[in-house]
Every structure is written in structure tokens, then in C-alpha cells.
């Protein structure tokens, strides 16, 4: 878990403690979370498939999401904001994913989609939009289901009246990104504690 919070981490500037400070106590918050609602037998340790009802049912739930999803989502903006100039501009962001293992060509696309009012820096409203319409919204069009670039929905099923599943043309370490900041479906190997 807190290599996962590392990975966040390193887009700070090294100055920035408060910063990686924020991101390993969110993913603390967020883990503890989990445990508490999904760890039935006790052991410390989450299945893959108690995870992902964990993150469906509890984490992105309404009653969670401000301290659980938000808490990250809002550390992470504040570490990549490397300027301090409370946006996020373009370099910025392509940096943070491509931090993530999420290169370029997926990422500058995205951008585009977040910035809501175009003017070529993805302000806090904008970024805590997207961050909720990831997590919460299964419109595929939604400008937030572009946060790490378009998603492919083909081919994948819908299963009876779930929420759909969203698919992402990521790199085998931005799955684990998408864990954190959402729910996800396709997940990299489960966390195993802390
Ligand atoms: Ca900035
Ligand atoms: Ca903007």
C-alpha cells in the first residue's frame, strides 16, 4: 500500500513533505477503510475479490468519498502541482502520469477532455469534476471518464444492472493508479497489507 502512495509520492518536489506527507496518510486512511469494511475473516490481508467490492461498495460510496477518494485525489494534485500555481498545467500533468507508467499520447489527450473552459490549465474544480465522474459516473462520454485517456469499452460485457466496466488502455503500473483513485475493475495484483 504504501508502495503504491510512493509511486504518488515521487511526482512532488523534494522540498514538498507536506505534500507526501498527505498522500502516504490518505492511502493509510483509504486502506484502513478497506480493512475495516472488507477484511471479514480479519487477517490483514484483502482477497482480490473483497477488494473490488470493498472499493464498489463502501470506498466510492457517498458516505467514504470525501475522505477516502478525495483525500488522495486532493494530495496528489497538491504534489503535482509542482509550481504552486493551484493549476494544473500541461507539462504538469503528463508528468504525473507519466510517473504513473501512463505515457504522453494517452495523457495530453486527456488534458484536453479535463479542461473544462479550455484555458489550458486544469483548475481544482476541474480536477475534483473528473475525479468524481471517474469514480462515480458510468456515462463513457463524461469529460472525468477521460482522466487517464479514452477508454475503451468495447468488447467487455455488461453484466446484469451493475455499474459498467471501464477499461483503460494502461500500462500494467497505471492499473494500479486507477485502484486508487476509484472503482476499478481491472486491478493489478491485490494490495497485500500495509
Ligand atoms: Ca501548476
Ligand atoms: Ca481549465
Known sequence: ???TANVFAQVARDEDHVSVTAIHEAFEQWWQLLLQH???DGDGRLSHAEFTTAMADKVTAPEHFESAVMAIADAVMAAADTDVDGVLSLAEYVCLYEALGVPAQTSAPAFARLDLNGDGVISYQEYRAAIVEFCLSTDPDAPG????GPLSLAAEPRAGPARPVKRHPCTRPAEGVICALGRVTRLAPPPRGL
Open 1 to 3: 500500500m504504501q508502495a
Open 38 to 40: 472488507a477484511d471479514t
Open 145 to 148: 471518464n477521460y482522466l487517464l
